[in-house]
């Protein structure tokens, strides 16, 4: 496992167990000669108002409660309801960004401006308080909701945290803004001594800060499919729940009328978006646009710890059932009121560990509106046995490469002893292991005495059961597994494929995890096989 990725696993892990955290950096304000600078659309975006670009006469549009705010890139003057009027500094692009008199755009608008160097961001305000330290002056930006799992002693010492793990931050961090159906996502890329963070705040409709989101960045590798038909389905965004705990999706329609079959994607262990990113690949997002290209919609959604990280933290009784299964349940329940979507075949597919919680799914599904499941390198016995199993797996793999096995088998010493400890008969949900390495300590004790494939034997909705053979996180033996377990039931098909790794892509050689940094796509075999077995359950 290369440094990058050691960082990156311990940061999701760190983040899920709020004892993470990096140093007072420089202010956040863009400074450029005496004039302070700030991004147009991100400003305007923070307080509210809507910005437009129109391309004929090279202007950006503002308007908010009835004023309109017109700024042309060049110049230096500007249309505000009509009247015009002179700026200190022309309207000019900076890496790809229009940037404008930071304290004028903020009068104009009339916000408070108490702010240093023209801060008019909620999301850059309290990220200044963050890394000075001052959680009591952050916490004035925490929703009232998120004061609880975002307190001021928290805030004092997060920043500290960070710099621990991942190094001393460097310079005037980039800070990118998106907005999905849950939450405006203020995403700041700090320069460390060891690796490149991204830092992203998640607000509310109210403007304030209701969860944050820490990572190791890295260069997207990714590349679309060339099964890719863009002109085959649309998309669209949508939330899947309602309240705190709500998630963004997307919904990705065939070309057409529909009602089109369609397929709920659960994913794997970990923090993870709506397209399962993993180094260069994509895994949910091929296989949405390759399954829509076939006739079947596909909805996937973030993972609700990579949205809601912070408050699933705060839950001392944190769960699978939480973590996986009643959003999968959710997404199937909005599918079920969805126009174009035929309500009586709605399928789901889970990869990996989406794959272990199906038979908890099923047993949810207590109106039957899942029609049918596809398990994508899903384990069929306890998850601590595989812990041990595929750490074991993975140093053998290195061995036959002729590789350097002493850090691998280190690490399998490590994930080898918590197995043993979550099967130790002592130890329960009522009484866990004091110093617990692997947190949430909970969620590994509450479903300690889980096997998939019991639960399984006594279910009766078919199944589509896919493994890659070159997979060393769940093995073929997991694989051996469900076809002995359900060798009695008539309704489940299995397949496995030669070369195909745990992202669900081939790859030449063996797998170790290496080769998930570079850009890969689902096998079209296997979209192939899902979409003939989707469409041939009536």
Do not use: C
């Not at 797996?393 to 096995?405: A, E, T």
């Amino acid at each position: 496992m290369t440094k990058r990725s050691q960082l990156f696993k311990h940061a999701t892990a760190a983040a899920l167990t709020l004892s993470l955290a990096l140093p007072p950096v420089s202010a956040m304000a863009s400074q450029q000669s005496a004039t302070a600078l700030i991004p147009v659309r991100e400003a305007a975006e923070g307080f509210g108002a809507q910005v437009d670009w129109v391309p004929s006469s090279h202007s950006i549009i503002i308007t908010k409660d009835g004023h309109k705010l017109e700024l042309t890139l060049g110049s230096s003057e500007a249309l505000v309801d009509g009247k015009r009027v002179v700026l200190e500094a022309p309207v000019r692009i900076t890496q790809g960004r229009a940037l404008v008199d930071a304290k004028w755009l903020t009068g104009v608008f009339g916000k408070n401006e108490t702010a240093d160097a023209g801060v008019t961001d909620t999301a850059d305000l309290f990220l200044n308080a963050l890394l000075a330290g001052n959680g009591t002056e952050a916490a004035k930006y925490v929703s009232a909701s998120a004061s609880a799992y975002l307190p001021a002693p928290l805030l004092n010492q997060l920043w500290a945290n960070y710099e621990t793990l991942f190094g001393k931050a460097v310079g005037t961090p980039t800070k990118n803004v998106s907005i999905n159906s849950v939450h405006r996502n203020v995403t700041y890329v700090f320069q460390t001594s060891a690796v490149p963070v991204n830092l992203t705040l998640r607000l509310n409709a109210a403007g304030e800060i209701d969860d944050m989101y820490i990572a190791a960045a890295a260069e997207s590798a990714y590349q679309k499919p060339a099964y890719e038909d863009p002109s085959a389905y649309t998309e669209r965004e949508v939330t899947v729940g309602e309240g705190a705990m709500a998630l963004p999706g997307t919904l990705t329609l065939p070309a057409g009328k529909g009602p089109f079959p369609a397929v709920v994607l659960v994913h794997g262990s970990g923090t993870n978006d709506r397209d399962e990113t993993i180094g260069g690949g994509k895994p949910f997002r091929d296989l949405a646009v390759g399954l829509a290209a076939q006739g079947i919609a596909v909805l996937r959604y973030d993972k609700v710890t990579y949205e809601h990280t912070f408050k699933v933290a705060a839950d001392p009784k944190f769960t699978l059932k939480k973590e996986t299964v009643d959003d999968a349940l959710k997404a199937v329940a909005l599918l079920k009121q969805t126009p174009e979507i035929d309500a009586s075949r709605i399928f789901v597919a889970g990869h990996s560990q989406g794959g272990y919680a199906m038979p908890l799914i099923i047993a949810g599904d207590t109106s039957g509106d899942i029609a049918g499941t596809i398990l994508l390198s899903g384990p069929s016995g306890k998850f601590a046995d595989l812990l041990a199993e595929q750490q074991a797996g993975l140093v053998s793999r290195v061995k036959q490469l002729g590789l350097d096995s002493a850090p691998y088998e280190q690490q399998a010493a490590v994930y080898t002893s918590i197995a043993a400890m979550v099967n130790d008969p002592q130890y329960t949900v009522d009484h866990m292991p004091e110093q617990f390495p692997a947190q949430p300590a909970y969620w590994w004790f509450e479903q300690k005495n889980y096997v998939p494939t019991e639960l399984a034997k006594q279910q009766s909705v078919p199944m589509l059961i896919l493994q890659g053979e070159n997979d060393w996180q769940v093995t073929m033996k997991q694989f051996e597994g469900w076809k002995t377990a359900l060798q009695n039931r008539n309704d489940v098909t299995f397949k496995s494929y030669p070369q195909v790794n745990h992202l669900l892509a081939k790859v030449d050689g063996l797998s170790i995890g290496a080769e998930y940094a570079q850009p890969s796509n689902v096998s079209k075999e296997i979209i192939d096989d899902i979409a003939a077995w989707l469409l041939g359950i009536k």
